[in-house]
Every structure is written in C-alpha cells, then in structure tokens.
C-alpha cells in the first residue's frame, strides 16, 4: 500500500533552508520515495486551510515513510527544516 507524506510549510529563514532543499531528495529516493507535487503554491477551493507551500511525498508503504522520518542520517537536515521553516507534516494511507 501506497503513503504520502503532505507537507505544509512555510519558509522563515531560506538561506538556511536552501541546504535541506538539496540534500533530501537523496534521502527520499533512498527510501523509496519520489516527489508527487513539489513546493506547489496551493488553491484553496472550500474552507478557512491557509496552505504556504505544499510538497507531496509518495512511499511505497508506510513503513518506508516511517523509516525515512526516521532515518538517523536525515535528522540533522530534519533539524534545520524545523529551525528554518514553521512545518506541518502528516502521513495518509494511499489505496491498496
């Protein structure tokens, strides 16, 4: 079964940003993953949901979502998105 990983950020600090912006991807191919939309300014059609910016990752599985978060290598680049952006992050079950 599928994952995605939607991520809603908004950028703080971009110098600081700009490294994780390029070194991820790595990580996310390492674990199976590939961008479906990538830093999309988002159209909000119904509701009060004020999305920044948008990027949809999808996993084979949940569990190669789960592993990717946790990927000791990827923490520190995980650390300088928190410190460089204000993020939400959530993980979706895709069809089987």
Do not use: C
């Not at 939309?37 to 119904?46: H, R, T, W």
């Amino acid at each position: 079964m599928t994952a995605y990983l939607v991520l809603d950020l908004t950028v703080n600090d971009l110098a600081s940003f700009l490294p994780y912006v390029q070194a991820i991807p790595a990580f996310i191919a390492k674990h199976g993953g590939r961008y479906a939309s990538k830093g999309a300014d988002p159209l909000v059609i119904e509701g009060d949901w004020s999305p920044q910016r948008l990027v949809i990752l999808e996993f084979p599985s949940p569990g190669a979502a789960r592993a990717f978060l946790a990927d000791p290598e990827a923490q520190d680049l995980f650390a300088r998105r928190h410190r460089s952006t204000t993020s939400r992050l959530v993980l979706l079950d895709g069809e089987p």
